[in-house]
């Protein structure tokens, strides 16, 4: 099994598509060890986002991401990152394949609705940044069973 992390993203909180996405992601086989709704503080989104500092868009993935609350949720699946990642679609989503979070939802290359961990390594540091250990729950069942 490997863990990811999803966010919703203000744009898609703002627009009641948490339910929608939660949805999907369950119908897709995926487990939810854990969720929450978030505020990031600039210090927080800034530490999240780190990999980023420097780049021209950082300032304003930063205002995005503080500009109101996101949904953090904690995945589990085989396959877990390509999976999600095939599900949220390209970037832009005006590139993304019909079907996919990103071409349903997304706006724009910066207001693209989620965030999906780019691999097993960063699935698991994302999640443990927004869930203690403690707190992902182990179900003993995948979804669906």
């Not at 709704?37 to 780190?50: H, I, M, S, T």
């Not at 990999?51 to 953090?72: D, K």
């Not at 989503?93 to 097993?120: L, Q, W, Y």
């Amino acid at each position: 099994m490997e863990t990811t992390c999803l966010l919703i993203k203000p744009d898609g909180v703002a627009e009641a598509h948490v339910g929608e996405i939660v949805a999907r992601i369950e119908e897709e086989g995926f487990t939810i060890r854990g969720i929450r709704l978030v505020r990031l503080g600039r210090p927080k989104a800034e530490a999240f986002y780190a990999i980023h500092r420097g780049r021209p868009f950082f300032e304003g993935l930063i205002e995005y991401m503080t500009s109101g609350p996101i949904v953090a949720i904690a995945l589990e699946r085989e396959d877990a990152v390509e999976h999600l990642r095939h599900m949220i679609g390209a970037t832009d989503p005006t590139d993304a394949e019909e079907g996919t979070i990103r071409a349903m939802f997304g706006k724009d290359i910066g207001a693209n609705t989620v965030h999906g961990s780019d691999s097993v390594e960063n699935g698991i540091r994302e999640v443990l940044f927004f869930f203690p250990k403690e707190e992902l729950v182990e179900l003993g069942v995948s979804a669906g069973g």
